[in-house]
């Protein structure tokens, strides 16, 4: 029992199906229960999660929230999101959940041609790959990050233009490095980055020189960076804004480089003992500066913006590890990405609280979990491997739609339709390459700016 089964419940007809795969094909096979429905349908369940979490299923934190036995929460959209809808319908717009993504990139190919190896695997290119990019949060431009190169692009209607620059990467040494992790800063007029190879640095990049203008350490150079991410949601659009938050697999701080050489902030930080082992493996932020924590473990932890103490709430995913998370501007619904799904999970409590200023305990409303059709798993050869799905967001505005990758396929869910409880509604577009990331474009719902 495994997540490359894709397993599919059919509540009418009161049966499972799932993908097969051989050495040459993939198949999908169905089985009718009958009376045994409800009884199999938990205990595979609990199967499943033992054989992801590796630990008996009476050891599971919440064993409800996993069965998807929470509280039921409200699919109803909210009132104002649908007179928007409908006013789009009167004024001859369409409806959001009915509008086609309008990809940036051109090159596509037919959906349902054959899916190749190199389309499916990760192919070591060297400098030619594309590796990381950086979508413009003030302008309407993107960077794109090759090992030790970064171009620059311009990014307006449907057209990504080359600005004919290319820089090489280096420290304030002159020595080029690869970033394993880059950043929008500043309102776009810095890019800051990660060198796995000095896990206690953070690079300052000034986008206008191309090049890099300062370096950052923490403490002593003791606690090592694993990700980046802006104080807030907000906060990459402010060019006033020398804040930001790091993280590793024990815990996170906040960094502030006007303090110079050590730019942690010693009063906002929090670490876990060495006993509990959280293994942190990524973070987003609020528009309010909560922040929610992914793990290796599967676990999704909410904190609140003091960054000082324990989480208030703890999700326990379904023991596959999260390999990136997103967050809503209001905090009322987490994104995890797993390598085969999206989980989807509200947050809200009565009295327009959420968890992460106030423990959820059992009062956790069910999860959503979002998952490719089988065709479509077919057609990529029961091979699915998500990118880090992201929400769109722009400044004053809602999320409205939902970008994830895997192989040449960007996939994009209209949140409105998810949370109607719709999880299998989704548009699918095809790139000519592996997708390596893909993130909206700036200030757009229906744009995907996509790196291959």
């Known amino acids: 029992v495994c997540n490359e089964m894709f397993l599919h419940w059919n509540d009418p007809q009161r049966s499972v199906i799932w993908v097969a795969r051989t050495a040459s094909s993939a198949m999908t096979l169905s089985l009718v229960l009958g009376d045994h429905y409800t009884e199999f ?8 999660w033992e054989t992801n979490a590796m630990r008996p299923f009476d050891k599971a934190e919440d064993p409800s929230w996993v069965l998807g036995e929470g509280r039921p929460f409200d699919l109803e959209v909210d009132e104002e999101e649908e007179e928007e809808d409908e006013r789009r319908r009167s004024s001859g717009g369409r409806r959001r959940s009915d509008r086609r993504l309008s990809f940036i990139t ?13 389309e499916l695997e990760d192919v070591d290119q060297g400098e030619d790959a594309n590796k990381l990019l950086a979508v413009g949060r003030s302008h309407p431009r993107s960077f794109l990050v090759r090992g030790s190169l970064m171009d620059v692009y311009s990014v307006n209607d449907d057209e990504v233009r080359y600005l004919n620059a290319t820089t090489r990467i280096k420290d304030m040494s002159d ?28 690079y300052s990049l000034d986008v206008e020189r191309g090049k890099v203008v300062e370096e950052w350490h923490t403490d002593q150079y003791k606690t090592p960076i694993r990700e980046i991410i802006p104080e807030s949601k907000e906060a990459p659009y402010a060019a006033s804004t020398s804040t930001f938050v790091g993280m590793n697999n024990m815990g996170f701080f906040l960094m502030d480089p006007r303090q110079g050489g050590n730019c942690m902030v010693e009063d906002r930080k929090f670490t876990y003992g060495a006993r509990t082992k959280p293994e942190l493996s990524c973070v987003a932020t609020t528009g309010d500066g909560h922040l929610v924590a992914g793990s290796a473990k599967g676990e999704i932890r909410l904190f609140d913006s003091s960054l000082k103490h324990r989480a208030k709430t703890q999700l326990p995913g379904f023991g596959d590890p999260i390999i990136g998370v997103d967050v809503t501007h209001d905090g009322r619904w987490v994104l995890a990405t797993t390598a085969t799904y999206l989980i989807l999970a509200s947050t809200e409590l009565p009295g327009h609280k959420t968890g992460f200023t106030t423990p959820m305990g059992k009062n956790k409303p069910r999860p959503l979990r979002l998952e490719l059709r089988h065709e479509h798993v077919i057609l990529l050869g ?60 700036f200030g757009e719902d229906t744009k995907v700016v996509v790196a291959t």
């Open 175 to 202: 020595t080029p490095f690869s970033p394993c992790r880059v950043m929008s800063h500043q309102g776009d007029e810095r890019l800051l980055m990660l060198n796995a190879e000095k896990p206690n640095n953070v």
């Open 382 to 441: 029961g091979r699915v491997n998500f990118t880090p799905a992201r929400f769109n967001y722009a400044p004053g505005g809602n999320e409205t739609s939902i970008v994830t990758a895997t192989g040449p396929f960007v996939v994009t869910w209209d949140f409105a339709t998810v949370r109607k409880g719709n999880l299998l509604e989704y548009d699918l577009k095809r790139e000519t390459a592996r997708v390596v990331a893909g993130e909206f474009a």
């Open 41 to 48: 349908h938990e205990e595979l369940a609990k199967r499943l």
């Open 106 to 118: 051109t090159d596509q190919t037919q959906e349902d041609a054959p899916v190749s190896a190199d």
